[in-house]
């Protein structure tokens, strides 16, 4: 028996990197999937195409490409679930500021580029929970995740708005957990290892922190998006039940040199 049958997984930029590559995870365990992205008109044919493979495993595909910024667009799609389906919220929005903190006014980071930052990759992981909870679409054993990073507590070239909003996503993750246990959501938070994404690349000297990561890691290798979406699954599975409020490392150990 498919313990995910009739049930969805919403990924809130599931285009690409470790969004996409845990819809296909899941796709391939029988999990219907709701995409949320933001791609340009160019980028659609490849992704057309990802979803075109995963509808072929027989499972339900709804795609949005809007903003999931966007308050009125998170509760449009919402309505388009059905009630108490929703196993999974995966929050995967990589959108931010990598100015650094030094330089004229124009090229450092602003209180603005900040506030951007926070939301997008922060804040609006709970603006759709608990918008998730008021349309009453969670599932009875709901799983809440979404991905932190090392550079929450390190400091590299242009990471400072993104890891503020990390710090915030980590903390509202154990609020979340403490405070939605009642109801059933298990909120946690996956911290990758190096990984090379479309959203890493664009970070200042990602070079330098992939060579970095290769070295520090155990085994000798970067961390791999399907890595990450192996631990998405996991965590999705009844096994994982008693698993919230944490961050867990799907790094192959690279945090612990």
Known sequence: ??????????????????????????ASHGMNLCLVHRDRKNALPAFEKEVATMKSRGIKIK?????????????????????????????????????????????????????ITTHAMGLSWYQWASLGIEKD???????????TSEGNNKVWKGYGAVSAAK???????RQMAVEWAAIGIRSNCIQAGATLTPSFEVIPGNEEIAEM?????????????????????LLCKNEAD???GTIVKADGGESLR
């Open 167 to 173: 710090s915030v996503l980590e903390s509202l993750m």
């Open 213 to 233: 990561g290769l070295k520090r890691n155990p085994f000798n290798r970067l961390t791999k998006p399907e890595d990450v979406a192996n631990v998405v699954y």
């Open 137 to 147: 679409v969670f599932a009875d054993n709901a799983r809440n995740i979404a991905f």
């Open 1 to 26: 028996m498919n313990e995910f049958e009739g049930q969805w997984a919403i990924i809130l930029g599931g285009s690409s990197g470790l969004g996409l590559a845990s819809a296909k995870k899941l």
């Open 63 to 115: 795609t949005f490409n809007s903003n999931a910024l966007d308050d009125s667009v998170s509760s449009d799609i919402l309505e388009e679930l059905p009630k108490k389906s929703v196993r999974l919220l995966l929050h995967s929005i990589a959108k931010g500021s990598l100015k650094p903190m030094s330089g004229t006014s124009q090229e450092k980071l602003s209180i603005a580029d900040l506030k």
């Open 242 to 244: 008693w698993i919230n």
